[in-house]
């Protein structure tokens, strides 16, 4: 008798059949052909890579640090915005860390959401910051220990953003209408929230253009995250042989990708981002398509992808009371990636983290994080 599966129904038994089809979350081991593979299914990689039309936009020191507005273009679309912090009394290249933005279901702000510029933060940012990172902006925090920090809009958040009244023309009348009654029920008069409803919508159609464009959102947005690491790197105050990346969330995705797509990545560290794809059947497949690349279930699973340049220095931090993902999936991915690690001979440059608690990367766990991220670096000359 087939499992039973409360999404699917009465298409419980399209999961054995699709099984039957084809081989699905096979072993991927670590190593270049991986790689190359993760890169191929991701599309979006066969272009430079470098930012173009660099521009520092404004400087500012403030709370021990320097900070710099820089701006660049991809290729397409509207400037990238981001900003670089570090300690105002810095000597030397420092190690240098991308701080990768979260999702959320919040788009119409980016790095904002994790860093400060010159000016005080926005009611709505303290808000939103005081669940989910312990109520400050980390990648200044980050910054104060001794280090380079990027952080940068993506494709589709803040500056990468798409205009309402585009998303409302390419979603098309049905959609609009339905969003214009779920404001209507839910009393949405703020336009962030109501931008951030919209979007939520608008991923899955931008979803199905980067299908037919050849790529995945995924894709796109590993190539931005890509071109960031590059303008780093580009910098006369970042010690190149240093380079690290961490997020949250939508961020710890992002993380996985990156390090997975540029050999420069050093350090690794994701939080609250790591499960079995199994142990989502049933279960939260609310996330982002980041997580899901086009194709990619046929070739390994997601840890497969954390893991694919050990025994590169990665550390995991899981949220055992996490709503987005099931403490099983959780355990399966640590496990999976404790082999892969003890397959190369390197078992302890993967560090698993367990904390209890919500979807979360606290001021415990910020702590936790920081102090790794310095041990591997700073060992990396």
Request: with cysteine; charged share 20%; net charge negative.
């Amino acid at each position: 008798m087939s499992e039973h599966y409360q999404h699917l129904g009465v298409f419980s038994d399209w999961v054995a059949a699709a099984r039957r089809q084809d081989s699905l979350y096979p072993t991927a081991i670590p190593g270049p052909q991986t790689q190359a593979l993760i890169r191929e299914i991701l599309g979006f990689c066969h272009t430079d890579e470098n930012p173009m039309e660099v521009k520092i936009e404004s400087q500012w020191e403030k709370d021990g640090l320097i900070g710099q507005e820089i701006t660049w273009s991809v290729g397409y679309g509207p400037r990238t915005q981001a900003y670089v912090l570090k300690p105002a009394n810095a000597n030397g290249p420092l190690p240098g860390i991308v701080a990768l933005h979260d999702h959320s279901g919040f788009k119409y702000y980016g790095k904002e959401k994790i860093a400060d510029g010159p000016e005080e933060p926005l009611p709505v940012l303290n808000d939103f910051r005081r669940l989910p990172y312990g109520g400050r902006a980390y990648a200044n925090a980050l910054a104060r220990e001794g280090v380079v920090v990027l952080v940068h809009d993506v494709f589709l958040w803040g500056s990468r953003r798409f205009p309402l009244e585009t998303m409302m023309e390419m979603m098309g009348d049905p959609t609009v209408a339905m969003l214009r009654a779920y404001e209507t029920i839910s009393s949405v008069p703020d336009e962030i929230e109501r931008y951030n409803i919209a979007s939520d919508f608008n991923e899955h159609w931008v979803s199905k253009y980067c299908n037919i464009l050849g790529t995945s959102m995924a894709g796109v947005v590993s190539y931005e995250d890509r071109v960031a690491v590059n303008y780093l790197l580009s910098r006369l105050d970042v010690d190149t042989e240093r380079i690290g990346c961490i997020g949250l969330s939508g961020g710890g995705n992002r993380a996985a990708l990156l390090s997975a797509t540029h050999d420069s990545i050093q350090a690794l560290v994701i939080i609250g981002l790591m499960t079995t794809y199994p142990a989502l059947l049933d279960h939260n497949m609310s996330h982002t398509w980041m997580l899901f690349p086009f194709g990619w279930a046929r070739h390994g699973d997601w840890p497969d992808i954390a893991a694919c340049r050990a025994p590169l220095p990665l550390l995991v931090q899981y949220d055992l009371q996490d709503d987005l993902f099931t403490e099983t999936g959780m355990r399966e991915a640590h496990a999976r990636l404790q082999n892969h690690y003890a397959a190369v001979g390197k078992p302890d440059a993967y560090t698993g983290q367990f904390y209890p608690g919500p979807h979360k990367f606290d001021l415990e766990m910020q702590s936790a994080a920081f102090g790794w991220l310095k041990q591997q670096l700073l060992a990396a000359t």
